[in-house]
Nanobody
């Protein structure tokens, strides 16, 4: 099983980025996929999650309206479209897959999730 997050980079405040999480070895129909961030000196936080069937998505309240999670079943990839980025969005972003717990739970507590990808750094700065 492999999750590979990519698409990070340097962006100016107000700009946009799309992160991708390429998933192999498991089916998106069997796992929820979440996006998480860890800013320097801070604990990891849950940002967004999409359910196994792709029928529902969840967001941390502070991100609603700015971030959109989606998936492409043919590519077995989950995306996080980030817009109106702010300096406080600067962090390493990770994706993770979880088979048993629902999205709401993993966004509250990301410890012990089944599979993690390596992070991708997003820097929001002018």
């Amino acid at each position: 099983v492999q999750l590979q997050a990519y698409g990070g980079g340097l962006v100016q405040p107000g700009g946009s980025l799309r992160l991708s999480c390429a998933v192999s070895g498991i089916s998106l129909d069997d796992y929820v996929i979440g996006w998480f961030r860890q800013a320097p000196g801070k604990e990891r936080e849950g940002d967004s999650c999409i359910t196994e069937g792709g029928g529902a998505s969840y967001y941390t309240d502070s991100l609603k309206g700015r971030f959109t999670i989606s998936r492409d079943d043919e590519k077995n990839t989950v995306y996080l479209q980030m817009s109106n980025l702010k300096p406080e969005d600067t962090a390493v972003y990770y994706c993770a897959a979880e088979e048993l717990l629902p999205c709401e739970a993993i966004l509250r507590n990301s410890n012990g999730l089944d599979y993690w990808g390596k992070g991708t750094l997003v820097t929001v700065s002018s």
